[in-house]
């Protein structure tokens, strides 16, 4: 991660801060959208984008008037632009890929917060890096599939990424700004990955195979999209933020440690050579981490309420079970092997996890699908990014056919 901050040289100062949103009608989207009505005279929303939620992006294009709204598909881009037309409003509305990657790119976008889930927001995430601006990094999985590329775009492009993901956040705040030539030079000797352990983080192994995907998504403590949700049970979203610290804090596997807390409380620490952690805390709402992006270096309001530790009176700590949660044990493994082994954990990770929302897999099949993957697909470098969407590709071929092949004989995948 570039430590300078980049755009202020080309950010006038009296006007009103650009912002795109990729991904607005998302649990990330809404919160952005929550922070940025409280600062009607900082920031101005050019562009919002969605995927297919018509409705929702509809009735955030007349609170906010972007210049631009962008529909993935063509049919729900149609009827949005007939809506917008009925309300008199003079909203450009666009398509497709091409759609995204332009409107994280204008000349008129300081800000781009990258909150389209899974490896769908990776082309216009790259494309606000290339473009210089700050890219808001909620979208971990762009990261996670592409690494050393993404990281060489912000460099070259003098963009500036800062981290959304509530622990990417903390550590951040808790660290010194210099970490492009790696932690020790700074006296950091390892990062405390706190994870609050997800709605099955007591439950035993057998209980596990039974699991629904609404008991899965049901989250103690954060309201999140399904796809992170699920993640979080599995743990392997902390096995994605291991990747993802590893990218932005110039730092191995090896230093990281993962720490069960399961009151959300404190959302990471840096560890020094002296001794000394420093740690972030907050309530559990993702409003704190995007108001610290937007206003850094500054600090703006968010509406998130005050920290009450009589009412939380007591916060707790455990080790990670390796053996219920396997997917963190193999994300461990692809951190340190590194190439496109992060590119097909990530993949095969979407095709499970969108199996077992569908109700075709179980809950511990999960893991199963991306070990397969791993075994099945050589590590390569990573030099250019049509490898890494070939990869992806052929990831989710294989997965989808292990898939198919297993249901057709026998009704759940075990
Ligand atoms: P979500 O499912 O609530 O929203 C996803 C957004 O992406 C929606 O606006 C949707 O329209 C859009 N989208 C979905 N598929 C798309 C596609 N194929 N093309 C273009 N747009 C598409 O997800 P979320 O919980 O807001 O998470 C968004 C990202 O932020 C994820 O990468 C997640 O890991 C990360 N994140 C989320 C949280 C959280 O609290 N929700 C916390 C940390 C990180
Ligand atoms: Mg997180």
New binding site residues.
């Given amino acids: 991660m570039s430590s300078k901050p980049v755009s202020s040289s080309t950010i006038d100062p009296s006007a009103p801060i650009g912002v795109t949103i990729l991904?607005?009608?998302?649990?990330?989207?809404i919160n952005t959208l929550d922070v940025l009505s409280r600062h009607p005279n900082r920031f101005r929303v050019i562009a919002l984008?969605?995927?297919?939620?018509v409705d929702r992006l509809y009735e955030q294009c007349v609170q906010f008037q972007p210049e631009y709204a962008v529909m993935?598909f063509a049919d729900a881009a149609q009827q949005l632009d007939v809506k917008l037309k009925q309300a008199g409003l003079m909203i450009e509305v666009l398509t497709g890929e091409d759609g995204?990657e332009l409107v994280a790119s204008l000349a008129q976008v300081d800000y781009v917060m990258a909150?389209?889930?899974?490896a769908?927001?990776l082309r216009s995430t790259l494309a606000a890096a290339r473009g210089g601006k700050r890219v808001l990094l909620?979208?971990?999985?762009a990261l996670v599939m592409s690494g050393k590329l993404f990281m060489d775009e912000v460099q070259r492009n003098n963009a500036m990424l800062l981290p959304?993901?509530?622990e990417h956040n903390a550590i951040f705040q808790c660290m010194p700004p210099n970490y492009d030539n790696g932690l020790e030079s700074i006296g950091v000797r390892r990062i405390l990955l706190t994870a609050s352990g997800g709605p099955f983080r007591t439950t035993p192994k057998q209980a596990l195979q039974k699991v629904t995907p609404a008991q899965a998504c049901a989250h103690p403590n954060?309201d999140?999209?399904?796809?992170?949700s699920v993640d979080s049970a599995t743990m392997m979203n902390k096995g994605l933020e291991i990747i993802e610290a590893c990218w932005l804090f110039n730092t191995n596997a090896d230093n990281i440690q993962v720490v069960l807390h399961p009151q959300s409380v404190i959302h990471s620490m840096v560890e020094y050579t002296d001794g000394s952690v420093l740690a972030q805390l907050g309530n559990p709402d993702?409003r704190t981490p995007i108001a610290h992006a937007l206003g850094w270096p500054s600090r703006i309001a968010s509406g998130v309420k005050s920290l009450d530790l009589f009412e939380i009176a007591k916060l707790s700590f455990e080790p990670p079970d390796l053996d219920r949660f396997p997917g963190l044990r193999l994300a461990m493994q692809v951190a340190r092997i590194g190439g496109t082994s992060s590119t097909v954990l990530n993949a095969a990770n979407e095709v499970a996890v969108q199996a077992f929302l569908d109700r075709k897999i179980s809950f511990l099949a999960i893991p199963n699908i991306i070990e397969h993957a791993l075994s099945e697909i050589s590590v390569e470098p990573v030099d250019n990014l049509e490898k890494i969407f070939q990869v992806d590709d052929i990831t989710r071929k294989i997965c989808q056919e292990y898939i198919d092949r297993r249901q057709s004989s026998s009704n759940t995948l075990h």
């Fill in positions: 991904g607005a009608t998302g649990s990330i989207g984008t969605a995927n297919t939620q993935v995204l909150a389209i889930v899974g769908a927001g909620a979208n971990k999985e959304i993901d509530s954060w999140m999209g399904k796809k992170i993702m």
